[in-house]
């Protein structure tokens, strides 16, 4: 069974920085694709950042260059710096990992970023 567990979410003043990290387990093949989304209350799940496990990143426009995806594929981690957070980055952050054989995507429970004064 694939379990996604995040942790390093909380409540960060604007300018501040926070990281996120998400561990996956319960895949004997890994996974290909990860990286994290978010979604603000009452808007849909939006793509923050991914990485494949070749570490091809992909970001979202309102993200690039404040935030930095990395993962390690031995241990099927994968974090999220997040640096010059803005009020407009609050939101749940879920991680998503994509099955290495499957192609199945399994995601987090979410942890929520709070930016704010």
């Known amino acids: 069974q694939v379990q996604l567990v995040e942790s390093g979410g909380g409540l960060v003043q604007p300018g501040g920085s926070l990281r996120l990290s998400c561990a996956a387990s319960g895949s004997i093949f890994g996974f290909n694709l990860m990286g994290w989304y978010r979604q603000a209350p009452g808007k849909q799940r939006d793509l923050v950042a991914t990485i494949t496990s070749g570490g091809t990143t992909n970001y979202a426009d309102s993200v690039k260059g404040r935030f930095s995806i990395s993962r390690e594929n031995a241990k099927n981690t994968v974090d999220l710096q997040m640096n010059s957070l803005k009020p407009e980055d609050t939101a749940d952050y879920f991680c998503?990992?994509?099955?290495?054989?499957?192609?199945?995507?399994?995601w987090g429970k979410g942890t929520l970023v709070t930016v704010s004064s």
């Open positions: 998503l990992a994509v099955g290495g054989r499957s192609g199945l995507n399994y």
